[in-house]
């Protein structure tokens, strides 16, 4: 028996109504997903890293024995074990170039900075890490058994002005780079004139910081706390340059800030 026209009629018609219903779903659907697509898990970007980092960035060293690494067994030092840790996340395309001298002054770092090699060196940086002053300090001050106070401050005086000059040579070679300065410590914390020549280091930190403070992208790192407590447990046996182990030290504070400070362009890791 035939079914009547009129429920085939109805039949064809809800059908023809139910599929252009499902239709028009699944057009709104991949419209949506165009529009708005899902971030899931496997294809969301990655957190932003540092820029230098990824494309090439180069690390330069400037300064004194510190930057060199001289009291550390493995030859290292605190740049040697930054080098290492960012080549690890970069590759070969991260470069690092040590232009520390021992012995060096502020002084002498004044004249070495504005050196043409030094400066086109100076120009391709993404950071440059400086350590400067000890040697200013200790040898203005005299022996720190007998401290020369008045020395000490005519030192300290030169100081500021040196480093002014060289702040502002390297930032007129490069606007760009980030500018590590690590502060100074005392290795003489376990003698009996400690009090006297703590508050000496701390006056030359001072200085430091506010001089640093009148330059764009300048750090200074301190390090005072890291020797104060344990000096012989940090120190080199020539008691006044940090051992491997300060200088890992050194190196873990200095990894930090440039990871973490937020300095440097950022881009999307792909």
């Known amino acids: 028996m035939k079914p009547p026209k009129r429920t085939l009629r109805a039949f064809i018609t809800i059908a023809s109504v139910l599929s252009l219903f499902l239709l028009l779903s699944g057009f709104m659907l991949a419209v949506q997903e165009v529009i708005r697509p899902n971030k899931s898990p496997a294809t969301a970007k990655a957190k932003p890293k540092l820029a230098s980092i990824q494309a090439g960035g180069m690390l330069v060293g400037l300064g004194d024995s510190l930057t060199r690494g001289v009291g550390d067994s493995s030859g290292q030092g605190y740049f040697g074990i930054v080098k290492k840790n960012l080549q690890k996340e970069a590759g ?21 900075v504005k050196q043409s090699r030094v400066k086109e060196i100076v120009k391709s940086a993404d950071w440059i890490t400086i350590t400067i002053g000890g040697n200013d300090l200790f040898r203005s001050s005299g022996r720190f058994e007998k401290i020369d106070e008045q020395a000490a401050e005519k030192g300290r005086l030169a100081y500021e002005q040196n480093l002014t000059v060289i702040l502002k040579e390297l930032r007129n070679q490069n606007r760009e780079a980030v500018i590590f300065l690590f502060g100074l410590y005392n290795p003489f914390g376990d003698l009996p004139d400690e009090e006297k020549s703590s508050r000496l280091v701390g006056e030359w930190n001072e200085t430091m910081q506010e001089v640093s403070g009148r330059f764009q992208r300048v750090v200074v790192i301190p390090t005072f706390d890291l020797f104060q407590l344990k000096p012989k447990e940090y120190l080199y046996s020539d008691h006044f340059h940090p051992n491997q182990q300060g200088y890992e030290r050194m190196a873990e504070r200095l990894l930090q800030v440039i990871r973490d400070s937020g300095e440097g362009k950022a881009t999307d890791a792909d």
């Open 92 to 112: 070969s395309s991260f470069s690092a170039i040590n232009l520390a001298i021992s012995g060096q002054t502020s002084s002498q770092l004044v004249n070495q």
